[in-house]
């Protein structure tokens, strides 16, 4: 059984922060890496960021890459996300999972995400 539970979404201002957390557990966890995603309204779920719980690696789309930092904390199995420079266009609901070395998530179903709205 896998679990995943999302946190620290908010309503923010364009050009303000929010720090997004992820807890996650399961037998096969650190078997992956891990990784956000989010999901706007209208539109389909789109890859955002990944670590690896080893070593230093990480991946952001484009659209994110200079404002959002991936990090984990390997014994609190917690995985966040930092959201500097916030636009609109950020608005979802985010979600955390684990995934493989190309960003395909590994569990199914997903955690309830947490909603950021970014206000003009």
Known sequence: QVQLVE???????????LRLSCAASGRTL????????????????????????SGAG?????SVKGRFTISK????NTVYLQMNSLKPEDTAVYYCNAVNA???PQYDPWGQGTQVTVSS
């Not at 990480?58 to 484009?62: E, G, Q, S, V």
């Open 30 to 53: 650190r078997l992956y890496n891990m990784g956000w995603f989010r999901q706007a309204p209208g539109k389909e779920r789109e890859f955002v960021a990944a670590t690896a719980w």
């Open 102 to 104: 190309i960003n395909i």
């Open 58 to 62: 990480t991946r952001y789309a484009d």
């Open 73 to 76: 904390d390997n014994y609190k």
């Open 7 to 17: 946190s620290g979404g908010g309503l923010v201002q364009a050009g303000g922060s």
